[in-house]
């Protein structure tokens, strides 16, 4: 499904002040790959009052749809497929230039790649509240032993579980990732009163902040908020998930390869690891976000993980939110828009 929609104000909306007003500036445009109903609702309204020209289609980008983008320097792509370098090299055949993904993370796109072949690529920024309400809700979720009490509800088992829940208060979190995410959950940890630890390789001397292992060492609850790169894939390998505080709760809602799975399963199965509770995993690609009731899911280690009492599981979710979604559309018209101001200056 495709289509375009031409520039033309919006009668009686107010205009935003950073959007550009000028007549004389021609129309950018801008193709919108993978884009889901609600986001080109959002795409519809606020393309107009920027001045672009969009083309939307909630087809990922490939190689056999990149002409789609013929015209336009610039398009979005989503965080759900990865980009392959046989679509990077098609996209720049097409005349793109500039890539925005939808997303914090840049992982799915082979950055290096898609500047050999003449493509920038940029993320977008969005309210940080969304997934730090949403780490605060899995990590209580986990500490409480919801999933489990909840399962047992459904099916009109009221008693109460073996297993006493453990209060925030009394607990020492460990926040692994201190940008704006990780920055905003430790915000709302303070308001539990428990104690906090830090990490951060960008800021390893900053107040808090303590050593990975130390860390590791001390906490009863482990958020991983870091960005993935070569450095952090399996930050949490089978050697640092051995010195973790034995029966901590380990929660996820950065990217699954932060996390060596295959050490994880044995050490929440062996009761070395309390619980975990993840809203990404690693092989999730083609399985979230789609409806698997009817398929068979390729991924032992996603359902040994759901198996597991002690175990939460959301499909990333953790971004989904009204305010999220709406800085995220009207950012990636911005970067589209600074893109070309700069391209027209120098």
């Known amino acids: 499904m495709t289509y375009s929609e031409p520039a033309r104000k919006t009668a009686g909306r107010p205009r935003s002040p950073a959007i550009p007003s000028s007549p004389a500036v021609p129309a950018t445009g801008i193709t919108v ?19 672009v020209v969009t083309t939307l289609t909630d087809a990922p980008v490939s190689e056999a749809n990149a002409e789609l983008a013929s015209g336009n320097r610039c398009v979005s792509v ?9 679509t990077l ?36 920024a969005y309210s940080p509240d969304s997934v730090a309400d949403y780490t605060l809700m899995l990590m209580l979720m986990a500490v409480r032993n919801a999933k489990a009490t909840v399962r047992r509800s459904d099916h009109h088992d009221y008693r109460l579980d073996e297993v006493r829940g453990r209060e925030l208060r009394d607990l020492t979190v460990g926040v692994v990732g201190t940008g704006r995410i990780g920055t905003a959950v430790m915000e709302r940890l303070r308001g539990f009163g428990g104690r906090t ?7 390893e001397t ?24 070569t450095e952090t894939r399996h930050l949490l390998d089978r050697r640092r998930i051995e010195r973790m505080k034995h029966g901590a709760f380990v929660i996820n809602t950065g990217r699954g390869s932060l996390i060596d799975t ?30 698997c009731r009817d398929r068979r899911v390729e991924s032992k280690a996603l359902l040994r993980l759901q198996e597991m009492p002690n175990v939460l599981i959301t499909p990333h979710t953790a971004y989904y939110t009204d305010h999220a979604l709406s800085d995220t559309v009207e950012n990636s018209l911005t970067n589209c828009l600074e893109f070309e101001r700069r391209n027209q200056h120098g």
């Open 78 to 86: 989503g965080h759900k497929t990865r980009i392959t370098r046989p």
């Open 206 to 229: 900053a107040a808090g902040h303590v050593p990975l292992d130390e860390l590791l060492r001390l906490s009863d609850v482990v958020t991983l908020h870091a960005p993935l790169t």
């Open 262 to 291: 295959e050490a994880l399963v044995p050490a929440l199965e062996s009761g070395r690891l309390g619980g975990a509770a993840l809203d990404v995993v690693e092989g999730e690609e083609g399985i979230f976000y789609a409806d």
């Open 33 to 51: 790959y993978g884009c889901g109903r609600d986001e080109a609702a959002l795409f519809r309204e606020m393309a107009p009052r920027f001045g």
């Open 197 to 203: 630890l830090a990490h951060d390789r960008r800021s």
């Open 89 to 124: 090299l098609a996209l720049g055949r097409a005349g793109v230039s500039y890539i925005s993904t939808r997303s914090i993370g840049r992982d799915h796109i082979d950055v290096d790649y898609a500047a050999s072949v003449g493509i920038s690529v940029e993320n977008v």
